[in-house]
């Protein structure tokens, strides 16, 4: 009967998963707003309830009060949101605080109340799919974190079948210590099986380590979030120390759920990271985020960093960059805010997620209005404070680079399907990427450089003296007779362009080539940013309003600078 019952079961697991789940290519055009569930919003408008991230306690978000807020969130142009671990986590302050961020996992079978009821967590999913916005939920299954204090000596199996009749894990659904790896703690982080089989954390608070190596227990946690993704309605899942697991488990882990899966790989390294693009749909992409942060950091970083490990992950993983999560800020890192508090370091750091060959994620709880938290737990800050600020110069530089994001990817260019294409300045400190119909013109040459900043694309990157659109600034330019484009800022600050390619197109140039003194800029085909309502309005009418309005421009936070710097990129 057993077995019958774990047929049918299957046969409705891959039912439902075939017929409602959203696979990889479906998320493949998504862009997805991280949120820590319990920092982004309370439930009814308290926005001055007082939150200090550095007390490690609960803060009182709810999965309510994202419903309540996803006008905030779409109206950035995010159609897709990854929450925090759902799941019952340890109760009380332990040795590190309270378990407010959900990675501490107790019991697998039952939902964190300090987050709301599990109704509460169906109604959110309902809500972002009556919006066509995806639900992916944060899962852990390396560990599980037993009540506190513990013997680890006492949960090792021979101890605990000694005294069989007073032993219990205290974690659920592996309630019994043949579930979990024998205590060791992880000495060498090069030693793959030292790394996959003991344990994280410390005698203080150890994190059990589940033996996801036995086959009973594999099948356990691919029941159990099979279960999960059916009742809630789960669109993706992001998977939690990935390399803590074998490769093994992953790819029937994957296989087995149905959804797409986006795995937490922390490494600088392409080769470490490539062979997990092998057994899940896409990993976060931390080693260009390594140098991503390094390059934008100060007017010292190196750019051709960024451009050799994004050629290296094109190369080595399995499906290129494409099936990667591009970030710049994330829970478990210190934000860019906290790195440098230069406005147009900052500004050329956070567009490049949208410009990049994967899947663009952005840091919920305040990259969107400029937070500078350091350190975990100081990069926890609470959303609510800010009033869901909509006309922050971040908030809507982000918004346009969804929408242009959303117009490239329908413009009939292949935007999701043709790779980045780079061309280094000689200086060091500008670089062009080009991902048709989109050129990015980056630089790290800081607010305070006293010098012009030139690009000159001598290569054709467009139809020759075509009219680009800046979606940025709605600020016009043309394209030099090969296609090139030659342009200079004065502030420091990127840019991004979209061409004009109807002949209906009777858009004038406001400036052009290299007396275009503007700001944040990504350049477009006007045609294409026809095609999105609410991106550069008074470019889809027969002229051009001359006075630009500069109300998501970079002027409002960056003082203008003079004199020269030409690079030429050949």
């Known amino acids: 009967m057993h077995r019958v019952f774990l047929l049918i079961w299957s046969l409705f697991s891959f039912y439902y998963c075939e017929t ?11 862009s997805i707003y991280q949120i820590v569930t319990d920092r982004f919003a309370l439930s009814g408008a308290r926005y001055n309830t007082s939150c200090d991230p550095s007390a490690l306690r609960y803060c009182g978000g709810t999965w309510q009060g994202i419903i309540e807020h996803l006008d905030y969130i779409q109206g950035m142009g995010f159609d897709a949101i990854w929450i925090s671990p759902p799941f019952t986590n340890v109760e009380g302050f332990t040795p590190f605080g309270e378990a407010y961020h959900g990675y501490w996992p107790q019991n697998l079978t039952s939902y964190n109340a300090h987050f709301g009821t599990v109704d509460d967590l169906k109604n959110l ?5 009556s919006r066509g916005m995806y639900l992916m939920l944060d899962v852990i299954v390396n560990h599980m974190v037993p009540p506190t204090p513990i013997n680890t000596t006492a949960f090792s199996t021979e101890q605990a079948s000694a005294n069989a009749k007073n032993f219990t894990t205290g974690v659920a659904p592996f309630t019994d210590v043949s579930y979990f790896h024998e205590p060791c703690w992880i000495g060498n982080y090069s030693n793959r099986t030292e790394v996959e089989q003991c344990w994280l954390g410390n005698e203080t608070m150890p994190w059990a380590d589940v033996n996801t190596e036995d086959a009973g227990v594999a ?7 099979s279960e999960v993704i059916s009742d809630i309605g789960v669109d993706g899942l992001r998977l939690s120390t990935v390399k803590y697991v074998s490769k093994d488990f992953w790819q029937t882990f994957v296989n087995r759920v149905g959804v797409f899966t986006m ?6 390294s392409t080769n470490h990271t490539s062979p997990y693009t092998e057994v899940m749909d896409a990993v976060l992409d931390y080693p260009t985020w390594f140098k991503l942060v390094s390059a934008f950091a100060s007017p010292q970083g190196n750019l051709s960093s960024v451009v050799d490990i994004v050629i290296d992950s094109q190369k080595s993983y399995e499906s290129g960059a494409f099936m990667t999560g591009a970030f710049l800020e994330n829970h478990d890192q210190p934000r860019f805010g906290a790195i440098t508090n230069d406005s147009a370091l900052r500004a050329n750091a956070m567009l490049w997620p949208f410009i990049y060959d994967g899947i663009p994620v952005l ?40 929408l242009a994001r959303k117009a490239a990817t329908s413009s009939g260019d292949y935007f999701l399907t043709t790779p980045m294409k780079f061309f280094r300045g000689a200086d060091g400190h500008t670089l062009a990427v080009s991902k048709p119909p989109m050129l990015s013109l980056l630089t790290n040459t800081g607010q305070n450089f006293s010098s012009f900043v030139h690009w000159n694309v001598t290569q054709s990157v467009f139809r020759g003296r075509e009219q680009l659109v800046d979606v940025l600034t709605c600020r016009v330019h043309l394209s030099a007779e090969n296609g090139g484009v030659d342009i200079v800022s004065i502030d420091g600050m990127p840019k991004v362009w979209f061409p004009c390619r109807r002949n209906n197109c009777e858009v004038e140039p406001l400036l052009t080539d290299a007396s275009t003194y503007v700001c944040v800029q990504v350049l477009m085909p006007v045609s294409v940013v026809k095609g999105t309502p609410e991106l550069c309005p008074e470019v889809r009418s027969n002229h051009v309003i001359r006075n630009v309005d500069y109300s998501i421009s970079w002027a409002l936070i960056v003082v203008f600078l003079s004199l020269g710097l030409t690079a030429s990129f050949p």
């Open 20 to 30: 409602h789940a959203a696979n990889a290519q479906k998320w493949r055009s998504r």
């Open 125 to 129: 999913s309902a809500s972002l799919h």
């Open 219 to 225: 099948g356990m946690l691919s029941q159990w979030i």
């Open 263 to 268: 795995g937490e790989v922390l490494s600088n």
């Open 363 to 402: 840091y919920y709880v305040g990259q969107e209005q400029g937070f500078s938290g350091g350190e975990v737990p100081n990069n926890h800050e609470p959303l609510w404070r800010t009033g869901y600020n909509t006309s922050h110069p971040y908030y809507k530089m982000i918004t346009s680079l969804n």
